[in-house]
């Protein structure tokens, strides 16, 4: 199956900080999601973006997927976006959602 | 809009029991997946169900199965539990499948003694 690999696995920031998450995957994609995964377990859906980019209050994330990478920006980090944050892609079309292993941040106040 | 509603939320169980999980989808939603996390393998699909029928199935034993109804409900069953089969079970949904996003209930965490 394809692969998706995420870095970097751990970041710890400075509420206020600005960060990247990277997402590599090894094959073309049909679909590309970005979740974030809070303390509870719960996950969220950030973005649907299997191409170009997209805004979010202080979340954008962009994808090329000639390149076959996608990068999630956070821009002044609260202590609320800490967490776990996947990039998963889909192949075929069906829902068969492949996830790379996070990375978990820490936003410390 | 209700969200995707999962239960039972927390679930015990022996070794050798079976256990069924419940999903309902959000309200119009055709499209129904399960994932496995675990923190040694992490999030692995299980398998994807639409207008009733499997579509997909990712690399687990025939010890899981699933189902879904014309309600677009879903259940899946796990038979003669293992320890290894201790994990956090996702569900989500999305509109008709394929390029969707895909919107996830709060999980049922089962736990095997």
């Known amino acids: 199956g394809i692969q998706v690999e995420q870095s970097p696995p751990d970041l710890i920031l400075q509420e206020g900080a600005n960060s990247t998450l990277r997402c590599n995957f090894s094959?073309?994609?049909?679909?590309l999601q970005w979740f974030h995964q809070n303390p509870w377990g719960q996950l969220i859906n950030l973005f649907y973006?299997?191409?170009g980019t997209k805004q979010n209050g202080r979340l954008s994330a962009t994808t090329v997927a000639t390149e076959r990478y996608s990068l999630l920006y956070i821009s002044s980090s609260q202590t609320t976006d800490s967490g776990v944050y996947f990039c998963?892609?889909?192949?075929?079309?069906?829902?068969?959602?492949?996830f790379g292993s996070g990375t978990k941040l820490n936003v410390k106040p | 809009k209700a969200g995707v509603t999962q239960t039972p939320r927390y679930l015990i169980k022996t070794r050798g029991q079976q256990v069924t999980l419940s999903c309902s989808p959000i309200?119009?939603?055709?499209?129904v997946s399960w994932y496995q996390q675990t923190p040694g393998q992490g999030l692995q699909f299980l398998f994807e169900?639409?207008?009733?029928?499997?579509?997909n199935k990712g690399n687990f034993p025939g010890r899981f199965s699933g189902r879904q109804f014309s309600n677009s409900r879903s259940e899946m069953n796990v038979s003669t539990l293992e320890l290894g089969d201790s994990a956090l079970y996702l569900c989500?949904?999305?509109?008709?499948?394929?390029?969707?996003?895909?919107?996830f209930g709060d999980g049922t965490r089962l736990s095997i003694l």
């Open positions: 989500a949904s999305s509109l008709a499948g394929g390029y969707q996003p895909q919107h």
């Open positions: 094959d073309s994609v049909n679909n």
């Open positions: 973006i299997p191409s």
């Open positions: 998963a892609v889909d192949v075929d079309n069906f829902n068969k959602f492949y």
């Open positions: 309200s119009g939603h055709r499209s």
């Open positions: 169900y639409f207008s009733e029928t499997q579509r």
